[in-house]
């Protein structure tokens, strides 16, 4: 589509239909006219579009709103909000702009891209070339648009999008749902979950020997996830499934600390898993791990210690991106503690930040509508 700007009537138009504007609105869309396809936070916008003003970040919000209003009789013009980054223009002309587009090498070579940085737990690196799709000239995959909006905390999205089928978000909602309450409620529901088999394959293989041994531990019955890991090692050997390893080993660890394992023990395990993210040092893990062994000299009331290891472990995980993630490591700190480890010197201090994360992440808001789906899941009308 070609848009044209009248700088003297402050207008644009396309094909027979013209849209007025306000100058500055007029400014804004011609400065993201001429990037299109890049993405520009609010600071940007102000400094190109506001360089002898004092606005507010406030100020760009307005006035995107009020273009996105008036953009609508132009179809396919679209002012897209990119979360943790700002905002681009993306035109309905770049599928001739970029012949990539339609190249299937390229899309497989880009998802195996995505899957790679997925993989290690680089978010900010899938966010980053996400951003510069339209500029590069691919499609991002219907998966990854996905992915994206889990990564970022978008509860709101993961529960009334029609972009993505209901059944391909199942396991993103039940991990937010996991977070919203007692992990007792949340394990007697994930097992009913298992056993009607509700879940795509891939996700329900996961919940089944990933996913439930945390809620096993957390609900009081660290010997049921040591059972269990019987089986899910089994699993994970005969699919091929070694990046899962360090995962499934750090949760071993929770669980015989949970279950009250003595030390030589516990240094068995905790040595294994250092050697196994030497070969595999994804982020996610090495955020997980910091955070278990902080749990454990909490155990031995090394409270110093304990907070500087979980506070980086806290650290690493927020650094890669996803924010589920950290509010994954500060659900297992406050109820191993709220378990396991009541009344210690460091419980308010993980509880706080638990509930903080909690509300930004938009469980408060979105809870009840999260709780109606998922009970509805269950038993359907």
């Not at 210690?305 to 490591?329: H, I, K, N, T, W």
């Amino acid at each position: 589509m070609h848009l044209k700007f009248d700088e003297s009537e402050f207008t644009v138009s396309a094909g027979d239909t013209t849209i007025q504007l306000l100058p500055k609105e007029f400014a804004l869309l011609v400065f993201m006219h001429r990037n299109k396809g890049l993405t520009f936070s609010r600071e940007q916008l102000l400094d190109k579009v506001w360089p002898l003003e004092y606005p507010v970040e406030r100020t760009v919000d307005d006035h995107i709103y009020r273009l996105r209003k008036k953009l609508r009789k132009l179809s396919g013009v679209e002012l897209r909000t990119v979360r943790g980054f700002g905002y681009s223009l993306i035109l309905p002309s770049a599928a001739a702009a970029y012949p990539t587009l339609f190249d299937p090498e390229l899309r497989d070579t880009m998802r195996d891209v995505f899957n790679k940085f997925h993989v290690y737990g680089q978010g900010k690196s899938i966010l980053t070339l996400a951003a510069q799709k339209d500029t590069l000239g691919f499609e991002l995959d219907p998966h990854y648009r996905m992915v994206i909006h889990f990564m970022q905390g978008d509860l709101e999205w993961l529960l009334d999008t029609e972009e993505v089928p209901l059944q391909d978000r199942l396991f993103s909602l039940i991990l937010f749902y996991m977070f919203s309450g007692d992990p007792k409620a949340k394990l007697a529901f994930c097992e009913q979950v298992i056993e009607k088999k509700l879940l795509l394959p891939a996700d329900q293989l996961e919940l089944e020997i990933l996913t439930i041994l945390d809620l096993f531990i957390l609900a009081g019955e660290p010997e049921r996830a040591l059972e269990q890991l019987t089986r899910s090692y089994e699993v994970i050997a005969e699919l091929g499934y070694e990046n899962f390893v360090p995962a499934t080993m750090i949760t071993e660890l929770l669980a015989h600390l949970a279950a009250g394992a003595g030390d030589e023990e516990l240094d068995r395990l905790d040595e294994a898993i250092r050697q196994a993210l030497l070969d595999k040092p994804f982020l996610r893990e090495t955020g997980s791990y910091k955070i278990v062994k902080g749990l454990r000299l909490m155990r031995s009331k090394q409270w110093r210690e304990a907070e500087q290891l979980l506070d980086e472990g806290l650290q690493v995980l927020e650094m890669s991106g996803f924010v589920p993630l950290r509010l994954y490591g500060l659900y297992r700190i406050h109820h191993f503690c709220r378990v396991f480890l009541p009344h210690n010197a460091l419980y308010p201090k993980y509880e706080g930040r638990f509930r903080a994360a909690v509300e930004d992440c938009g469980l408060n808001q979105f809870g009840q509508p999260l709780e109606k789906r998922m009970l509805s899941m269950l038993n359907p009308l």
